[in-house]
Structures are given as structure tokens and as C-alpha cells.
């Protein structure tokens, strides 16, 4: 009957079913429990169902479900956009709701074309992006993402890019040691910003971390780099910090790291922290200002029937509320430590079956060796190793050969060290290739 995400429609496993959760713990239907190594997909950041959030929610529907955005307005939208430009120290303008990651992008990537041309200046149609980044499935997300399996049969159906390659710090693509390196990877891109600056609209990147496109860490000098080309240039930076947002990389937000501001960011997952699908793109006063206007073609005709919806605002009202009661950012330095410490012994116990073992933040990765260079997200062994963490009571699911651990950040010492061994066990049934 249901038609599953990524999943192949002929030879998949069956999916297990889940009937609840706390903490960082799904049950099945025999009452197993599993923790979830991966915040199901980056989004439970303060563990399933928390009792505040859920009590936020219920509230919520009992007073108001939902009134159209369009010439209406409530309590906790309002509120929301307040407290997310205090979180962001007043740095944006605007808050815009939507539902999820990839719309958020989208509108992050209208605002910046329509930008342009709200200002007269028609020529530009070029974004930049980068090639494994991954910013969601619809059209435009898919158009701003690099070429992987999740858009390559579409690839005719998108817009052009100008492409340039990741920046990676722990495989540096342009061969150069990170410790001592001047950004070079961004140096094509500059080369042709310098030629074609005119024509380009802006970057849109994943701060910090390229994360479906096989958790590729770049150094803050990188982000800081590409905010002065781009502000030299005329251009905007876009920032998706769908994955990297609340907290994921040991900051509110990757781009604080840098100590920069982007033109605009896209938010979703930990933002209603996995009880509810809610999105939210933040716009600058310099790209804000050029939609003031009673020119009905500079308005933004962009809305979604559910925008702003007052459950949505609620949760993520709550959420914002525990992540700085609760000091979220000091259990990420806890997590990031207990991931160092997880991997480092993974690292010595198997040294000739992985690479390329990082942390940062709540975010720990390990890759496989697999005598390729680049073996891609459909890794035959990452089927064989989900479900030997499934065995053991553990939730991942490596993108391809690439191991990634992306816990809530109030996971226990415990369930991550349940973590660690069901690692350990699934690498020791793994024999590299020769
Ligand atoms: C960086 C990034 N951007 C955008 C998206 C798309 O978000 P959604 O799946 O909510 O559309 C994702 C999803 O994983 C993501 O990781």
C-alpha cells in the first residue's frame, strides 16, 4: 500500500514498524527497542516525544488548528518569528513559514531571484552550488543539489547551475592540508566569479557540513571565505541549514562559527524537533527592502495552504524554549565528546576497514574502506550493516559506504556506547573488497 521513500520497489527489506518512542528510543511491535543513532533523519533533537513538546501541540489544537496567512495572523506565529529573530541576535529581517526542508529552499532560491529583479537587474541566472551538496527532492532542490542518485534521472528536468566541487577538509579535493591551506578549493570559483559575477544570483550551500552527499566537513575559514567573495561580488549567500541548524554542529547555527551572517537561511527538522513537518526561511533587511513596493509583480507570490500553521508555530515555540532551558549546546559538547571517544576506539579496533573518521558537533562519521574512491550512496555492505544495527538495537543507516552517527543530543552514555557496539560487531563481519 505505502509507497516508502528511497526504498527499491522490488528486493527492499520489509520496513520495521514502530509503535512508539521516548528518549531516544523506538519500539516495535514485540516492544524491542532500538536507539535511534540518526534523530530520525536529524530531526528528534531533543529525543521523541517530549513531554513539553507534546503538551505544546495539544494545547495548541484545543485553541486554534488553523486560519490562512494570507491577510490573518496569530498568537504563536507571531511569537515564533519574534523569538527566531532574537535567537538569530536580530541579524534577519523576516521570517517566511513553510512545511519542510526542500520548501524552504525553494524559497530561499525565489526570494533571491526575484531580489534581483525587483531591482531591475534581469540578466542574472546563474546559482551557484556545489557537488555533493543535497537540499531536498522537489525541482528546485533537486536543481541546486550535485548529481547523485537522488536527481540524476531528473537531471534534464532542472535548472542549470554553474557546479563546483565540495570543499571537504578531512579529503581535501584540490589536494591541500586544511592545517595550512588559504581555502584553495574556492579558488575556481573565484576565478569565475571574477569573470561572470554579473550573471550569478548567489550560493547556496550546506555550512559546515555537506550532510546527504556523504557528511563532508569543511572549516569555518571556508564559510568566512565564500561571505566575502560573495559580498565583494554583488551575490547572495544561501545558506541550508536544514540539517546544521539548532544546535547539530556545536553552535546554534554552522554559520555563527564563522562568525558571518548569510543573506538568508533555510530551517526545518530541528525546528519542531520531529513532532510536526514545519519550515522556515530567514531574509536579510538588504534583500527584505527590495519587495517594498506597491508593484504587484514585486510581491513575493509564494504560500503554501498550511503556512504558519499554529500547531507548527506552537511546537517550534517549545522547542526553542527547552533547547535554551535545558542548555542544549552543553549536551553537544557531551554527544561530541562521546562520539570522539566511540570512534577513536572503532578507529584502533579496525584500522584497515575505515577512513576519514570525523566529529563534529552531534554529528560522527566514519567511512568504509572499500578499494574504491568513490563508491557512492548505493554501497552494497550499507544494507548488510543497517540491518546488523537493527540486530543489536541500533538505528542507521550509512549513506552508502559513508557511517554517520547523528543521535539527539540528549542520548545517554549508554545508548551510545549500545551504539559503538553495534558498530563494532557490524564491522567485524566486513571485509574490504580487494
Ligand atoms: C541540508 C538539507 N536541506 C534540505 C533537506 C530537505 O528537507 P525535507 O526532507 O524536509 O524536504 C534536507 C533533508 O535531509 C537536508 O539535509
Not at 150 to 178: E, I
Request: glycine residues 8%.
Amino acid at each position: 500500500m505505502i509507497w516508502h521513500p528511497y526504498t527499491s520497489q522490488l528486493g527492499a527489506d520489509p520496513p520495521l514498524k514502530i509503535v512508539s518512542a521516548t528518549g531516544e528510543f523506538l519500539y516495535d511491535e514485540t516492544g524491542k527497542d532500538y536507539v535511534d543513532g540518526i534523530s530520525s533523519w536529524w530531526v528528534s533533537i531533543h529525543g521523541h516525544n517530549h513531554p513539553k513538546l507534546v503538551q505544546a501541540l495539544k494545547d495548541q489544537v484545543d485553541q486554534l488548528d488553523h486560519v490562512l496567512l494570507a491577510g490573518f495572523t496569530h498568537p504563536p506565529a507571531l511569537e515564533l518569528a519574534h523569538e527566531l529573530l532574537q535567537f538569530t541576535n536580530w541579524k534577519f529581517r523576516k521570517v517566511v513559514y513553510s512545511d519542510n526542508g526542500s520548501t524552504a529552499l525553494e524559497i530561499m532560491l525565489k526570494i533571491a531571484w526575484q531580489y534581483f529583479r525587483n531591482r531591475g537587474d534581469t540578466k542574472r541566472k546563474v546559482f551557484i552550488k556545489f557537488s555533493s551538496s543535497y537540499h531536498g527532492d522537489t525541482i528546485g532542490a533537486m536543481s541546486v543539489g550535485g548529481d547523485s542518485v537522488f536527481n540524476r534521472v531528473f537531471q534534464s528536468l532542472l535548472f542549470s547551475t554553474k557546479d563546483f566541487v565540495t570543499p571537504a577538509c578531512h579529503d581535501c579535493p584540490v589536494g591541500k592540508n586544511p592545517r595550512t591551506c588559504s581555502e584553495d578549493c574556492l579558488d575556481e570559483l573565484e576565478a569565475y566569479l571574477s569573470l561572470h559575477s554579473d550573471e550569478v544570483v548567489g550560493v547556496v550551500l550546506e555550512p559546515l557540513i555537506a550532510g546527504a552527499g556523504g557528511m563532508l566537513f569543511h572549516k569555518p575559514e571556508v564559510l568566512k571565505k565564500l561571505r566575502d567573495l560573495t559580498q565583494r561580488y554583488g551575490i547572495l549567500l544561501l545558506l541550508d541549514e536544514v540539517f546544521t541548524g539548532f544546535g547539530r554542529t556545536g553552535r546554534k547555527f554552522a554559520y555563527e562559527t564563522a562568525d558571518i551572517v548569510p543573506d538568508m537561511i533555510a530551517l526545518a527538522k530541528g525546528l519542531t524537533a520531529g513532532i510536526l513537518p514545519f519550515a522556515v526561511t530567514l531574509v536579510r533587511e538588504e534583500v527584505y527592502k527590495e519587495f517594498l513596493s506597491e508593484e504587484p509583480l514585486k510581491t513575493l507570490y509564494h504560500g503554501h495552504t498550511m503556512t504558519g500553521y499554529p500547531s507548527g508555530c506552537a511546537v517550534a515555540l517549545a522547542s526553542l524554549k527547552i533547547f535554551q532551558e535545558e542548555n542544549r549546546l552543553d549536551d553537544v559538547k557531551r554527544v561530541e565528546l562521546g562520539l570522539e571517544e566511540g570512534w577513536s576506539r572503532i578507529r584502533a579496533e579496525f584500522p584497515e576497514k575505515l577512513r576519514n573518521v570525523r566529529v563534529l558537533g552531534a554529528v560522527g562519521v566514519g567511512e568504509l574502506e572499500t578499494g574504491q574512491e568513490k563508491p557512492g550512496y548505493i554501497y552494497s555492505y550499507a544494507r548488510e550493516f543497517k540491518r546488523i544495527c537493527l540486530e543489536n538495537g541500533v538505528i542507521l543507516r550509512p549513506l552508502g559506504n559513508v557511517i554517520y552517527v547523528t543521535p539527539p543530543y540528549t542520548i545517554s552514555k549508554e545508548s551510545l556506547d549500545r551504539i559503538f557496539g553495534a558498530i563494532r560487531i557490524a564491522l567485524s563481519s566486513y571485509h574490504v573488497p580487494s
